[in-house]
């Protein structure tokens, strides 16, 4: 949350030293930035709501817990950078299009707006700085997609928004004063709003996707299987789902195969100790539902996302030697690649 009390300091501090400068100057690309960063600050602190009202206790409407509160409060930032800046700016834009008026004092626009930079950079080099320390090796772009906290992809849209937001309201106010034409502040603000629409666009669709209910990362999901089927068990995995329920927790959900002569204390036994080897491993995989099943390898739907997920695991592992075998078989019906050749089902 650093990067969130970075941003909101920045942006309550911008937003007032904007508002000055419009009310001293007229200039509709500071009114336009200033109602900007009403909407980021404001953004700031419904973050904070979704992130306390998220780890509220489980209730008996909510057995899984409030944790995608964080994906609707997300969401909900989406629409208010839409609505409040985008809308607005627009809106502000082609009126000062249509009825020009010249900037006053544009010392202080600039002035302004050099020092609303300097904040505005430091926000977001904090937001870089801790996006770096989950961010692995991942593109920029492959981690706002992929990440699942709502937080950090926020405020790093708001903050290179911001950024190129200034840009245009600067440009917008030089070519206004060095034209003696109004218009181009108008411009400026019209093409802040538009701006302002394509983050929010990016935003909703990825908060979206996550109150949708996205899955864990495929790394994630390997180490899961990993867990399940590395014991002394010598179980496997026949298909998998899993679900993030908020970006600390995990729901897993697999089906694994036994032997038909397994006792159903030798099963609990199996279940409870694979259990235990993904919590170990994948902390946050807080909820754990494994049914045991026969496996029916003729039966699998090699389309469905949950089979899929784990022959993705196991293409790329190396395959296990020290597997149990079934004393009275050959070959251990729940690894059928014991026995079957490469691409047999």
């Known amino acids: 949350m650093r990067a969130v009390v970075a941003a909101f300091a920045a942006n309550l501090g911008i937003a007032v030293i904007k508002f000055v400068a419009f009310l001293l100057t007229g200039s509709a690309s500071m009114l336009a930035e200033s109602v900007h960063s009403v909407a980021d600050t404001g953004n700031q602190v419904l973050l904070f709501v979704g992130r306390g009202r998220s780890i509220r206790p489980a209730s008996d409407e909510h057995p899984f817990g409030f944790g995608r509160e964080r994906y609707f409060y997300g969401f909900v930032v989406s629409v208010m950078l839409f609505t409040v800046g985008a809308a607005f700016s627009v809106y502000d834009g082609v009126h000062k299009i249509l009825h020009p008026e010249t900037v006053r004092s544009p010392g202080i626009a600039f002035g302004v707006l050099a020092l609303s930079a ?61 034209t003696d034409d109004g218009r181009w502040d108008g411009a400026g ?132 030697r020290d597997r149990p075998r079934n004393p009275s078989s050959s070959a251990d019906p729940r690894h059928p690649e014991d026995s079957q050749p490469p691409g047999a089902s």
Do not use: C
């Not at 706002?144 to 106010?173: N, Y």
């Not at 993904?278 to 739907?301: G, H, M, S």
């Open 118 to 178: 300097v904040l505005e950079a430091f926000s977001l080099r904090t937001g870089i700085g801790e996006a770096n320390k989950v961010r692995g090796g991942r593109r920029w772009s492959t981690f706002i997609r992929r990440s699942k906290a709502p937080e950090l992809p926020v405020v790093l849209l708001e903050d290179v928004a911001a950024l190129i937001g200034l840009v245009f309201a600067f440009t917008g106010v030089a070519l206004s004063v060095l």
């Open 189 to 320: 603000s019209l093409a802040i709003g538009l701006l302002l629409a394509t983050a929010a666009a990016i935003l909703a669709v990825e908060m979206k996707s996550l109150l949708i209910g996205e899955a864990a990362s495929p790394e994630m999901q390997r180490m899961i299987i990993a867990a399940i089927e590395d014991g002394p068990e010598g179980v496997r995995v026949i298909h998998m789902r899993t679900v993030h329920m908020s970006p600390d927790a995990v729901l897993v959900a697999a089906k694994i195969a036994i032997r038909e002569s397994d006792t159903a204390a030798q099963i609990t036994a199996g279940i409870d100790a694979a259990e235990r080897r993904v919590r170990a491993a994948v902390p946050i995989a807080t909820t754990i539902y494994l049914e045991p099943d026969i496996y029916r390898p003729q039966e699998a739907d090699r389309t469905d996302p949950s089979i899929r997920a784990v022959l993705r695991s196991h293409s790329s592992r190396p395959p296990r």
